[in-house]
Nanobody, 123 residues
Framework: QVQLVESGGGLVQAGGSLRLFCTTS????????VGWFRQAPGKEREFAAA????????YNADSVKGRFTISRDNAKNTVYQQMSSLTPEDTALYYC????????????????WGQGTQVTVSS
């Protein structure tokens, strides 16, 4: 069982930056692909980025490319999402999730989910 905990969300002005953290307790997630998703009120859950187990391969959604950077430190059981040039359209509940294999944008491919951390961008 992999338990994921997100943190780092908050309120930021447009153009600002935030760094999200996804940590795990219990079983290490060294062997898992980890992705970040987000869900705004009234909208479907949207893929943002994913990183392979080694950290060598990254997959970004077009909507965040050039602004968000995903990375991981397996020694610390932590995945990061550095977000910059934030806009009000980035306001959402951000989730991290772990998949046993593959680098996917499909949330159905992810086996474990955290509870989310809220990001609010004011104009």
């Amino acid at each position: 069982q992999v338990q994921l905990v997100e943190s780092g969300g908050g309120l930021v002005q447009a153009g600002g930056s935030l760094r999200l953290f996804c940590t795990t307790s219990g079983r290490t997630f060294r062997d898992y692909t980890v992705g970040w998703f987000r869900q705004a009120p009234g909208k479907e859950r949207e893929f943002a980025a994913a990183v392979s187990w080694s950290g060598d391969t990254i997959y970004n959604a077009d909507s965040v490319k050039g602004r968000f950077t995903i990375s991981r430190d397996n020694a610390k059981n932590t995945v990061y999402q550095q977000m910059s040039s934030l806009t009000p359209e980035d306001t959402a509940l951000y989730y991290c999730a772990a998949a046993t294999y593959g680098l996917n944008r499909d949330p159905l491919r992810y086996n474990y989910w955290g509870q989310g951390t809220q990001v609010t961008v004011s104009s």
